[in-house]
């Protein structure tokens, strides 16, 4: 039984250590007591920092670990993806580098998918200790509007945090969209799940790459991926508003004609064309959203391309003389 641990890594130099020192003694523990052998798939996400070249170290001392390195930055779907492509094993777990995710709770988690009930084992937050209010209340908002808005539930506090089988793993890997959100994914793709609550943790090192305004637009990402109620919500704005026009038309005209009153007020005026067109720009935009992902799906782009893996490292030294080399001729 071989289980895979897919951690995307973005800057982790300084948890990386760490991290595979946690793995590393789980993976002793569970060879014992569940007869498991692992492999430590790392996704070096276009990192800026020493994370590379931790990880090449890492493989020389580790057999067991592998990494793909992007060429850039594509984001951490774009990693999950990649990750899930790669992975061997019977079962594949995903992670963080940050020991967010603990991996002392993976023994539990296997035990529940080897009962046979269920294909996943997945984990969610109970606490936001630690975290802004200002963020978390955000956070919780995002998941009520999201299930109301789509079929697809969503637990809220759920973490990228899981263990899955095989079937799982390969029926997430055929949704090959580009514009990705895998909370919804693993969601849509149903499957029995068994939940793990556990209280926040705190990242053993370095900081998070998650600022307010890119989780924002991750959760456009989640609710333009899985619902289509914005663009409802749009038509029935553009009837109501159609609606309250032809009543403020009639009311008008009937006011003229009996009391003799003559139309005027074009500071009232001003306003409700401001109102009209800031209402017509935010369904445009509504609509403009849908279009661009649309446009980004058609265009058939990678969704990663890689620049290294563990069986084709990048000769860094002999590049960099030769580029010397051809810079002094």
């Not at 079962?91 to 963080?96: F, G, H, K, P, R």
């Not at 919780?140 to 509007?145: D, G």
């Amino acid at each position: 039984m071989l289980i895979s641990l897919v951690v995307p890594c973005y800057n982790e130099e300084q948890a990386l250590p760490l991290f595979y020192a946690e793995a590393t003694r789980v993976a002793a523990a569970m060879e014992k007591s569940h007869g498991a052998a692992f492999e430590f798939l790392f996704i070096n996400d276009g990192s800026r920092d020493g994370t590379l070249e931790g990880l090449r170290r890492l493989h020389r001392q580790d057999a067991r670990v592998r990494y793909l390195s992007f060429s850039r930055n594509f984001g951490k779907e774009a990693g999950i993806y990649a990750g899930l492509q790669h992975a061997k094993g019977d079962y594949v777990a995903l992670l963080d580098a940050d020991l967010q995710d603990p991996p002392a709770l993976l023994p539990q988690m296997l035990d529940a998918l080897q009962t046979g009930e269920y294909d996943c084992a997945a984990t969610r937050r109970v606490t936001r200790k630690g975290e802004p209010r200002l963020r978390s209340f955000f956070a919780r908002a995002f998941y009520r509007i999201i299930n109301k808005m789509s079929d697809t539930e969503i637990m809220d506090g759920a973490r990228d945090f899981r263990l899955m089988t095989r079937q799982m793993v390969d029926s997430v890997l055929s949704m090959t969209e580009y514009n990705r959100f895998s909370k919804g994914i693993f969601s849509w793709v149903g499957f029995e799940t068994k939940w793990f609550d556990y209280e926040n943790v705190e990242r053993v090192a370095g900081e998070t790459k998650w600022s307010f305004w890119s989780l924002f637009r991750y959760s456009i990402e989640g609710i333009v991926g899985f619902s289509t109620t914005p663009l409802a919500m749009a038509a029935l704005f553009g009837v109501l508003f159609c609606a309250i026009a032809f009543v403020g038309i009639v009311f008008i005209i009937v006011r003229t004609l009996i009391f003799g009153d003559p139309t005027n007020g074009w500071p009232s005026m001003v306003c409700i064309i401001l109102l009209c067109s800031g209402v017509q720009l935010f369904c445009t935009g509504i609509v403009g959203e849908y279009l661009s992902k649309t446009y980004l799906e058609v265009k058939r782009r990678p969704i990663y391309i890689v620049r290294e893996t563990e069986d084709a490292p990048r000769p860094v030294t002999e590049k960099r003389e030769d580029a010397t080399y051809a810079n002094k001729k």
